[in-house]
């Protein structure tokens, strides 16, 4: 489930039977559906479930982006194709940003990241990972609009991972916003841990500091070296991912997920909504583990919550 413009909601959904054994079964379909703030559905559409990666995803200008292995559809408002594309090979991974801007793939052979837009589907920026020592040592990448952020760890340990470095594109080096950058800290043993860009100046990450109860926050950092703590949140959960940002970015939302008794478990999942001024939290909800998606529309007033099958739209103050 995503926003697609402030008065557009897009639910995708899989109408196969799960757990099935029937080896013969015809194969099911993944159903679109886009619903307006009244819950009435303005446009559906069907795809096949074959075998391959399939990847459904919201991209620039209110567009919806399908992908199937190395082919990517771009389907309009209204769910009809309006653009076309191949790839070279099956991209390694394909990323959605705050801000849609750009679509974000990082290569095959994990060497280079690879930003698109697709109107028409083209190629408007590359970042390679292997600049120098300290970016080739870096594991993951976070990406933005054209520019990525990753930890930088100096020994084995998780807290030597106290240098935050974020790379950006040949294309952007000359703008304003188009240097790279570092976020560092030195005075102490700490875990830092990009999440996402609300911005091109603005890198929200969680830091951890080594102690006994292993204690986490957030913070917003920027390239100056400045950072403003996001208030905190339900004890044992973790911050995963940006779910809505505005276009000025006073207001953000992040879904946090609590560990279960196992290493893939999810015991708990919630969603907040922060405005960045003084980063208090303004709303939140919860969900169920495994069943449960969010988003804050892009203007900032309101909140999707998809629990099982069913849509609850908040109004936010």
Request: charged content about 20%.
């Amino acid at each position: 489930m995503f926003w697609l413009g402030p008065d557009r909601i897009f639910v995708a959904f899989t109408t196969n039977s799960p757990c099935t054994f029937h080896p013969h079964e015809k194969s099911g379909q993944v159903r679109a559906i886009i619903f307006d703030t009244k819950g009435n559905a303005l446009a559906t559409h069907s795809w096949p479930v074959n075998a391959g990666d399939l990847n459904i995803f919201p991209g620039p200008g209110n567009t919806v982006i399908f992908r199937h292995d190395t082919r990517i559809d771009v389907l309009g408002p209204d769910l009809e194709t309006v653009e076309t594309g191949e790839l070279d090979q099956n991209p390694r991974g394909l990323w959605v940003t705050p801000h849609r801007e750009t679509i974000p793939l990082l290569t095959a052979d994990g060497r280079y990241f690879e930003f698109y837009q697709p109107d028409p589907l083209n190629q408007v920026a590359t970042i390679a990972l292997d600049q120098n020592t300290e970016a080739n040592a870096v594991k993951e990448w976070v990406p933005g609009d054209e520019r990525v952020a990753g930890s930088y760890c100096a020994g084995k340990s998780q807290y030597t991972c106290s240098k935050i470095i974020v790379l950006t594109s040949d294309a952007r080096f000359l703008s304003p916003d188009g240097e790279p950058w570092t976020f560092e800290e030195n005075d102490r043993p700490v875990s830092l841990k990009p999440i996402g860009f609300l911005d091109s100046r603005h890198l929200i990450v969680v830091r951890e500091e080594r102690g006994f109860f292993h204690t986490s926050k957030l913070l917003i950092v920027r390239p100056n070296g400045s950072a403003t703590p996001i208030a905190s949140t339900a004890a044992g959960s973790f911050a995963d991912r940006i779910v809505g940002v505005t276009q000025d970015t006073s207001r953000f939302a992040l879904e946090y997920l609590t560990p279960g008794n196992c290493d893939e478990c999810i015991a708990d999942r919630f969603f907040s909504v922060v405005d960045q001024d003084g980063g208090k939290t303004v709303f939140e909800a919860s969900g169920s583990p495994y069943f449960s998606d969010g988003g804050m529309s892009p203007d900032g007033k309101s909140f999707a919550l998809l629990d099982g099958s069913a849509i609850t739209i908040f109004p936010l103050p």
